[in-house]
């Protein structure tokens, strides 16, 4: 664990570095190099997903814009951060569970074009404790299988052409906002009206 209040420093220098779950403060993590992790708790970090990947997904961790650390994540690890989270070019990151905004500081996640995809396996959580944003766009896709949750005070969901899918989708009207679509067996929330519009058995 690398605690930016603390004495602690991650330095890369071309090095590598091979852990289960990242535990960093942005702060605390310098240099340039490779970090092998299943996954990522922060607190003031960025992370940028860009482009395809195939067994693993590259991304990047940024301190301030001066310093760029490769991440190579494997599935079935968890997101838990306090920054920014950006996945695009066709990126699509996985991990078991997600908390964004829930600890740390305020955070914004961005999912932007069509392949690009942020999978959750099991529980996707918007806003806590802090603020959190999620911004799907250009044809995006967010999956979150058993349940996507937007706290109702400090959460919010916008969709530009964006795409969400899960099994249980909880939050108010007031707290996603845009056009795009929600595919879910369950949505749980106050402000809802829904129009089922064409022929078809609605169930």
């Known amino acids: 664990m690398l605690d930016g209040g603390g004495t602690a420093q991650l330095e890369f220098d ?5 852990v289960k ?12 190099g490779v970090i092998h992790a299943n996954g990522l708790v922060g607190s003031g970090l960025d992370f940028v997903f860009d482009g395809a990947g195939v067994n693993t997904w590259s991304g ?14 494997l599935a079935n690890g968890q997101a838990q951060m306090g920054g920014n989270l950006h ?23 961005v999912v932007e074009g069509v392949g690009s995809q942020l999978y959750v396996s099991t529980h996707l959580r918007v806003g806590g404790n802090n603020s ?21 005070s400090a959460g919010s969901v916008e969709l530009d052409d ?7 989708f909880n939050a108010d009207a007031a707290s996603v906002s845009g056009t795009g679509s929600v595919m879910a067996n369950a949505v749980r929330g106050e402000g809802y009206r829904m129009l089922f519009d064409g022929a078809g058995d609605h169930r």
């Open 87 to 109: 996945v695009r070019n066709g990126a699509r990151p996985y991990f078991r569970d997600a908390y964004f905004g829930l600890y740390g500081v305020n955070e914004t996640v």
């Open 21 to 32: 779950t990242l535990y960093g403060h942005q702060s605390a993590i310098s240099g340039t």
């Open 60 to 73: 990047q961790i940024t301190n301030g814009g001066m310093d760029a650390v490769d991440v190579n994540l």
């Open 162 to 168: 964006g795409h969400i899918t899960t099994i249980n």
């Open 132 to 152: 959190g944003l999620l911004q799907i766009s250009d044809g995006a896709t967010v999956r979150s299988y058993y349940s996507l949750d937007v706290d109702s």
């Open 14 to 18: 071309t090095g590598s570095l091979t």
